[in-house]
């Protein structure tokens, strides 16, 4: 019997039959799997040690719960002797016409990607990829945002039909050390001004804490007003004003406190909150991934420095491998001499129309880059 013989259950959840004792794959359509599955999927993100913060259960949960449709679910888990070994977080949608299957979070996350414990990859991956390709419904898997080094490469190099790998956006990082040894990476004078807003910033007798899980929703709040202030006459991602987002935002970070997968960072001059910060823990590295201040506090401090030394902390009393300063070449990223990292989109074929939406995608993508070359050299 192959592994996609199915026996019928309820219509969220559909349980294959595997070839052999120790494997299976299931099917998850039904909202409710996310709830069910929440401690599982947390301790496969605990063995994934590839997975980025965005693949976190409590993140996923929380997006769902904000942006995802009824029906469109389609959650992957593969279990070897009845424990999850392999999970892909996938909805179905319409990208250009064609019908194709997405991650979870995916407009929202710098980075996606699926869940693998290394430990069993090679049976994992082989039986994810049966599972997908048995799955009706779809023309491509669309994974946009895959940082070198992920488990959806893994899936990528052993997919049996057509594949495309496009690039994607570049995201900044820095190794974990100390704001002194990041400071050496920049020209001696540069160094030495930097050095003097550090204690600019300190002679100002600004402040900065965690928050508890339990502050977590409304420090978020507050993050987000703060943002929205900061940026207030200039262009904003349309998303960070809507009520969705601060929900899910909201929600997320609560969850991810808890977990130790988040922290928001709280600046206080004066017991006035003047800044704030959202940084993502994952396994490797700490991700920076918003943060708000009052209008005014640049004309004091240097902000981003301020936050910077923050995020740089956090990454080296956690132990990890450093700060990504994730999507986006920002003047005021690129000052510290960062390292370039460039995300792939991978995008894998079911059906003879894949071939015609990866085509139309690179085609996209190319228009998009040569639009943003031409504004950077017209802006």
């Not at 994934?48 to 693949?55: L, N, R, V």
């Not at 990082?173 to 930097?194: F, H, Q, S, W, Y």
């Not at 130790?260 to 704030?276: E, P, T």
Request: charged residues 30%.
């Amino acid at each position: 019997m192959s592994l996609h013989s199915l026996t019928r259950g309820d219509a969220g959840r559909r349980a294959a039959v595997p070839p052999a004792a120790d494997w299976s794959v299931e099917w998850h359509r039904d909202e409710q799997a996310l709830v069910g599955l929440g401690d599982e999927l947390r301790d496969l993100y605990d063995r994934s040690p590839a997975a980025t913060p965005f693949q976190a259960y409590e993140w996923l949960r929380s997006w769902w719960g904000w942006y995802g449709t009824s029906g469109r679910l389609r959650l992957a888990v593969v279990r070897r002797r009845g424990r999850a070994v392999a999970a892909a977080p996938l909805m179905a949608g319409v990208r250009h016409g064609f019908p194709v299957l997405l991650p979870l979070a995916g407009e929202q996350s710098d980075f996606t990607d699926l869940l693998v414990d290394p430990v069993y990859a090679d049976g994992a991956v082989r039986h994810l990829t049966r599972a997908l390709l048995d799955e009706h419904g779809w023309c491509a898997l669309d994974l946009r945002e895959v940082r070198p080094g992920s488990a959806a490469h893994l899936l990528a190099e052993r997919w049996p039909r057509r594949a495309w790998r496009l690039p994607s956006s570049i995201c900044l990082e820095l190794p974990a050390a100390g704001i002194d040894e990041v400071l050496e990476r920049l020209p001696r004078r540069t160094a030495g001004k930097m050095r003097a807003k550090l204690r600019k910033i300190d002679v100002r007798g600004i402040t900065v804490g965690s928050v508890t899980p339990e502050e977590a929703p409304d420090a978020v709040n507050a993050l987000l007003d703060l943002h929205l202030r900061q940026w207030r006459g200039r262009p904003v991602n349309p998303e960070h004003t809507r009520e969705r987002f601060r929900r899910h935002l909201a929600e997320a970070a609560s969850g991810m406190v808890r977990e130790g997968r988040a922290a928001v960072l709280q600046y206080r001059w004066d017991d006035r909150l003047v800044a704030s910060d959202l940084v993502l823990i994952g396994h490797r590295y700490v991700g920076a991934y918003l943060y708000g201040s009052v209008p005014d506090l640049r004309s004091h401090v240097d902000v981003s420095l301020m936050l910077l030394r923050e995020d740089l902390a956090i990454a080296r009393d956690r132990n990890r491998q450093g700060v990504s300063l994730l999507r986006g070449e920002e003047p005021y990223k690129l000052k510290w001499r960062p390292t370039p990292v460039r995300n792939e989109r991978i995008i894998l074929g079911r059906t003879a129309s894949a071939a015609a939406f990866a085509g139309l995608a690179r085609t996209r993508a190319h228009l998009a880059a040569r639009r943003h070359r031409w504004r950077g050299g017209h802006g």
